[in-house]
C-alpha cells in the first residue's frame, strides 16, 4: 500500500474499511510548520493513499455520514456532505482533503506569517479540487473552511505545568460538556460559509470559553495559568501565544470521550545552538530531559 512507485489494495473488503477508518481517526502533529510544506506533504501522501484504498470514496462517505447522524445539526451536516460529495461538481480528491484537514492535520508556528502561509497552501490545495462553473456566483467555487483552530501560532516549546489534582477537579463538573459544546461550535465554524453565521458561532464559542474560565477559576485552578489559557484567542490572526497547550488549543477526544495524543510528529526542526535559546531555558528546563 505504502509503494510510492505502484500503490496495491491488496486487503479485503473489511481489511479496507478498517484501513480507512484508521486514516479518517489519525492525528498529526507539525510542532514547527514554517510555511506547511511537511503538513502539505503528509496531505497529499494520505489521500494518494485513500485513492488506492477507496477510490470511490464509497468507505469516506460513509464515515461522514455516520459522524453526522449523531450530531444535534445532523440535518443541516447530511445536507452539506451531500454537496461535498457531488461528483458532478467536485473532484473525489476534493472530500477526501477536506476531512482530512478537519479532522487530521494540525501545525504550530511560532511566526503569524509563517501560519498564514500554511493556511494559503491547504486553501489553494482546496481550490484546485472544484470544478470551475462561470454561470455561477463565484465560479461554482465553495466557500473555504476556517483553518483559525488548525494552524496555529505559538510557542511549541513552552507548555503550561497543570497537576493531575486540578484535572482530576474537574470530573465532578460540566466541564467534559462544555468542551464537548465548544468542539462543536469550532467544527461549525470550519465550514460556516457567510460572515453573519461566522459571528454567530465566534460569539458563542466566546462564552463558551468563558464558562470554562469561571469554571476553573471555581476549582482552584492557578489564576495566572487561568488568565494565560483564555487571553489566547485562536481568531486573533496576528497574535502569537508564548506557550502551547494540547488540551485547551487542541481538545482531541476518542470514541470513549477520553483525551487522546497525536498519533505522528512531523517536521524539520529548526536546528538552533541551545546556547542562543537562554532565555527560554527557565521556562522550559522541566519539561525536557535534554535542550
Not at 461538481?89 to 472530500?95: D, H, M, R, V, W
Not at 484567542?233 to 488540551?247: R, T
Request: glycine share 4%; proline share 4%; with cysteine.
Amino acid at each position: 500500500l505504502f509503494s510510492i512507485d505502484s500503490p496495491v489494495n491488496e486487503f479485503n473488503s473489511e481489511e479496507t474499511k478498517d484501513l480507512v477508518k484508521a486514516l479518517d481517526k489519525t492525528k498529526i502533529l507539525d510542532p514547527a510548520c514554517g510555511s506547511g510544506a511537511f503538513p502539505m506533504g503528509i496531505l497529499n501522501r494520505l489521500v494518494k493513499l485513500l485513492e488506492v484504498l477507496d477510490p470511490e470514496n464509497l468507505y469516506w462517505k460513509t464515515l461522514r455520514i455516520n459522524g453526522a447522524q449523531t450530531k444535534d445539526n445532523a440535518e443541516e451536516m447530511l445536507k452539506e456532505i451531500k454537496q461535498i460529495f457531488d461528483m458532478d461538481k467536485y473532484t473525489a480528491n476534493y472530500s477526501r482533503k477536506l476531512f482530512l484537514i478537519e479532522n487530521s492535520i494540525y501545525g504550530l508556528d511560532i511566526q503569524p506569517m509563517a501560519i498564514q502561509i500554511t493556511k494559503l497552501r491547504f486553501f489553494i490545495s482546496l481550490v484546485i479540487e472544484q470544478n470551475i462553473d462561470e454561470s455561477k456566483p463565484n465560479n461554482g467555487i465553495l466557500t473555504l473552511p476556517n483553518l483559525e483552530t488548525k494552524f496555529l501560532s505559538v510557542n511549541s516549546l513552552v507548555g503550561l505545568n497543570i497537576s493531575e489534582t486540578h484535572w482530576s477537579s474537574l470530573k465532578i463538573t460540566n466541564y467534559e460538556k462544555l468542551t464537548k459544546d465548544l468542539n462543536e461550535v469550532s467544527h461549525n465554524l470550519f465550514f460556516v460559509r457567510s460572515t453573519k453565521e461566522k459571528q454567530k458561532y465566534r460569539k458563542k464559542y466566546g462564552e463558551l470559553r468563558e464558562k470554562i474560565r469561571n469554571l476553573l477559576l471555581e476549582y482552584n485552578w492557578d489564576e495566572v495559568n487561568v488568565e494565560k489559557i483564555f487571553s489566547w484567542n485562536p481568531y486573533l490572526q496576528n497574535a502569537v501565544s508564548d506557550f502551547f497547550d494540547m488540551d485547551f488549543m487542541f481538545d482531541l477526544r476518542d470514541d470513549n470521550k477520553k483525551k487522546t495524543k497525536f498519533d505522528i510528529v512531523i517536521g524539520n526542526p529548526p536546528y538552533v545552538r541551545h546556547e542562543k535559546i537562554k532565555d527560554l531555558k527557565p521556562l522550559i528546563k522541566d519539561q525536557y530531559k535534554t535542550f
